[in-house]
């Protein structure tokens, strides 16, 4: 069988940058060697694309950036492709297909699947609308509201709004959701930007710090619980929806910022979490149903709050394109279900060329 040739994108333009290439590392290390041909291909900081002719093991080494080679992404569609600039000349590589192991803005966010849609490319997870819908906080919520899911109380305003009456939206705050709760940036990813408040005066640092990350701020009323994960893996069009079991993350620090995320050793999951049969049903249905609600294909992780006391399940966000780092949950929840990170990795570059294969004959039916 030819072997496919599968171009990794990693790094990117985005708070989550060292992130992706912990992912990136896990994901190519575990890509079969029989099957493909992988093409790493590193967007640095200011957003060069960069290409490895013989890279080595460890792409989280920075080492790498010195030694590639200049490349973009053919938005000709007779022309599918990597273009290798080399002294003034552009020579074509041919895809079959793109994984884009880029976490938050500019990977995401339906941004780059813009791309690939418009370059004619397959590529692995979600569609252009799926991820914008995912990536930003508000939008979700209002899908997950429509399909029946229980979430947290909340509310949005943007940055301007603040700027014209920060009095009232602290007032607003107060009122409608209080205190503690927790300031997010709209659009982001492994706790960046976000901190959960316990007065007013750690509201307006925290606002001003999301609104760093974002334009637009979401405050939610801060749930006292634990937290779990749910993977699904598949396709809401074909009707193909696989659903994992559920996890839970334990971590030692207020709740699980970017350091207990990445940094923090005592951090921990647990599967299959323990939990009643009731709360790991609801936790699938609504993984499900947000899925198929934001017209998920390829894969996403959706998580979860259960409320001490209560045992009460909030949904609390949908992510296509989790972590894949060493400790991350989405491959783990699926070993559990006995497929290996190798097998996962195939199932997805699978779905990723039929989800292609569905656009171009969509396209051959127009032209006819
Ligand atoms: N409403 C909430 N109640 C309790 N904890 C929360 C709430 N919102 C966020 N958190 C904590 O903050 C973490 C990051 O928030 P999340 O919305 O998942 O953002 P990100 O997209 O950056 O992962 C969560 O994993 C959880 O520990
Ligand atoms: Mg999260």
Request: with cysteine; charged share 25%.
């Amino acid at each position: 069988m030819k072997k496919l040739n599968v171009a990794v994108i990693y790094g990117g333009i985005s708070s989550e940058h060292l992130v992706s290439r912990a992912s990136a590392n896990t994901i190519i290390s575990n890509l079969s060697q029989e099957k493909y041909t992988v093409i790493p291909i590193y967007i640095n900081k200011e957003g060069s694309w960069i290409m490895y002719d013989n890279y080595k093991d460890d792409l989280k080494d920075f080492k790498w950036e010195k030694i590639g080679v200049d490349v973009s992404l053919s938005v000709n569609q007779t022309q599918k492709g990597l273009l290798r600039l080399v002294r003034d000349k552009a020579k074509l590589i041919s895809i079959d297909i793109v994984f884009p192991v880029l976490h938050g803005l500019n990977g995401e966010d339906g941004t780059i699947q813009g791309l690939f849609e418009f370059s004619g490319i397959p590529y692995v997870g979600c569609g252009v609308l799926s991820s914008a819908i995912s990536m930003d906080k508000s939008f979700m919520r209002l899908v997950a509201k429509n399909v029946g899911l229980n979430q947290t109380e909340y509310l949005s305003f943007k940055a301007n709004d603040f700027k014209k009456e920060p009095d009232k939206i602290v007032r607003l705050i107060k009122k409608e959701i209080d205190y503690p709760c927790f300031i997010k940036p709209c659009n982001g990813g492994s706790s960046i930007g976000i901190k959960k408040v316990h007065d007013k005066k750690e509201l307006l640092e925290a606002i001003d710090l999301a609104l760093h990350h974002d334009k637009k701020i979401m405050v939610e009323k801060a749930i006292c619980g634990r937290e779990f994960e749910c993977a699904v893996l598949g396709d809401s069009f074909s009707g193909e929806i696989n659903v994992s079991g559920v996890g839970e993350i334990k971590c030692e620090h207020e709740f699980y910022d970017y350091d207990a995320k990445y940094m923090d050793k005592s951090s921990y999951t647990v599967i299959p979490a323990d939990l009643t049969k009731k709360a790991i049903n609801t936790i699938r249905d609504y993984s499900s149903k947000i899925f198929q609600a934001v017209d998920g294909s390829g894969l996403a992780r959706i998580d979860f709050f259960v409320e001490d006391g209560t045992n009460e399940v909030f949904f609390n966000e949908i992510n296509t394109m989790p972590g894949f780092t060493s400790i991350s949950m989405y491959p783990k929840l699926w070993e559990a279900e006995g497929i290996s990170i190798g097998v996962l990795l195939d199932k997805l570059i699978d779905l990723g060329l039929k989800k292609g294969l569905g656009r171009e004959q969509k396209i051959w039916k127009i032209e006819q």
